[in-house]
Structure formats: C-alpha cells, structure tokens
C-alpha cells in the first residue's frame, strides 16, 4: 500500500519518524509492565523503564537516521547510550533482587562511575587522559543528584516523565539538534508505565533517572562549558531538569486550588520554571 505525503498515513509516518525513539520505548515499557502484571513478577515491573530507554536509544542510533548525536562524535553514538542505559538495567534488576534493602544508592553510585567514564570514552585498554577527568566528575555529580532527586520520592512517579520533558523542551528552546531531543525525550515515554504500575518496587525509576542524567551530561560535554570553567545555553539546558526537580517540593501548598489535578500542575509549573531558565538565558545572551 502506498502512503501519500499529503495524506493521513503520510502525516503518521512523519510523525513517527519525528518521535520514533519516545514511542518505541514507551511500547517496550509498557509490554514489560503488562506482562509483570499478568505473570506477577516484580522484576518485569522493574525492568519495564529501563527496557524502554535502551530499545528508544538503540532506534535512535539506526544508521538510517541521518540526525546523530553529534555529542558523541559519530551517528553510532546512541548506541554507545543504548549499551549504558542496558548496565543501568542490569543493575536496577541485581539491585532489587539481591540488594534491595540497601536501597538505591548503591546502584545509583555504580551507575554514576560507569555513565562518566563510558561518555568521556572511557576504554579499558588505556587509561583515561587527565583532562577528561573534570568532565568525568561533572556527569557522575549529574547521576547522583538527579538520581537523589527523583528515587528519594518513590512514591511520585511523575518526577522522571517531568523532568525527562523539561529537559527536551529546555533543548529544543536552545536550538538543540532534535536527536538530542529525542534522546531526552526516551527515558520519559520509558517511565510512563511506572505512572500505573503501583506494585513496582522503589528503585524502579533508578534507569530513566540515571538515563536522563547521561543525556545531561551528554548535552553539558559537547555544548557546554561548564566542565571547562564556564557557563553556556547548554549547561542551562542540561541543569534544567534538576532546578525543576528541587522546586517541586515548594510548590504544592501555593497550588491547592487546583485539587486532584494539582500533582500535575506542579509538574507542568516546576518544568515550565526550568524551561524559562533555558530561554532567558538565550535571550539575555544573544
């Protein structure tokens, strides 16, 4: 059957070439939520965000797609994100089934250390150059306070789906390229299913936190200065997600009137919070 540009079927394939990555891991997820719900296993419950972000990553870094993350060097890129959001899978599933009275920060830790040496090109054959030590240190702080901010409140679950939006709106504002946004669009769809899924343990949002951080860190290597003594839209954009994140505690008692739609008030208020950082910070610097 063909599909005609000017038609419906053709606004559909435009769209999901525009969304493809997000849509794709919010499928994954939810399949693996579904099938923790029937199956009653708490590890598929677990896995499903995690899941998600890797099948979202792994589509984005099709060599088909010609938009690639540029902050990763080659258009494979999003693969190299796709391998690091699997060991952050792999170890949210050890993390609950042999360790989950510890609670999150072991794993959380394991996943910072990983995230910072795998996005500065960490290789075990050779040690890393002094100078990636610093950018290094810059994504492992991002992993452990997003992480901080969104698994010590286990029981919002819109916290990962607000600030994975915030960051990708935060990007866009700031002219990112749209695989970027894409990027940080994923663990968000990913995280959807966890909105329902009441009987998932607490360190089930440990993948699309620590996922979104990458993304972050990722975004603050290649357009930002920060690592490198100063301030740029990127690193505005990057540490948007976490200024929305500290908010959300502020503002609930200023936001009652809205009653049962008030958790997602705040969720669209702390984001739009973030967002607007982004973009006064372009508008003062232009």
């Known amino acids: 059957m063909l599909i005609h540009d000017g038609g419906v079927s053709g606004e559909v394939l435009r769209l999901w070439r525009a969304f493809h990555a997000p849509l794709v891991a919010l499928a994954v997820s939810a399949a693996f939520a579904v099938a923790a719900r029937l199956f009653r296993a708490e590890l598929l419950a677990v896995a499903a965000a995690g899941a998600g972000v890797a099948a979202g990553w792994y589509v984005v870094g099709d060599p088909s797609f010609a938009a690639g993350p540029a902050f990763l060097g080659t258009r494979a890129g999003a693969h190299r994100l796709a391998l690091l959001a699997g060991l952050v899978l792999v170890l949210t599933v050890v993390a609950i089934r042999f360790a989950a009275r510890r609670g999150f920060w072991p794993p959380l830790l394991l996943a910072a250390v990983a995230g910072g040496w795998w996005l500065t090109g960490g290789r075990l054959s050779r040690p890393a150059a002094p100078e990636a030590w610093l950018p ?58 966890l909105l329902a899924s009441a009987g998932a343990s607490g360190v089930a949002p440990l993948a699309p936190a620590a996922d979104l951080a990458f993304v972050a860190g990722g975004v603050m290597l290649a357009a930002g200065r920060l690592p490198r003594g100063g301030v740029a839209a990127g690193d505005i954009a990057a540490l ?19 009653g049962r739609a008030a958790p997602l008030a705040v969720a669209l208020v702390a984001g739009g919070v973030g967002v607007a950082a982004s973009w006064l910070w372009m508008r003062l610097h232009r």
């Open 136 to 193: 290094a240190l810059v994504v492992v702080l991002l992993v452990l306070v997003m992480g901080r901010l969104i698994l010590a409140f286990p029981n919002e679950r819109l916290r990962p789906v607000m600030a994975s939006c915030t960051l990708a709106v935060a990007l866009h504002v700031i002219g990112a390229p749209w695989a970027w946004t894409l990027l940080a669009l994923t663990p968000g769809f990913a995280a959807l299913p």
């Open 240 to 258: 948007s997600p976490i200024l929305s994140l500290w908010l959300l505690p502020h503002l609930p008692a200023r936001l009652r009137a809205a």
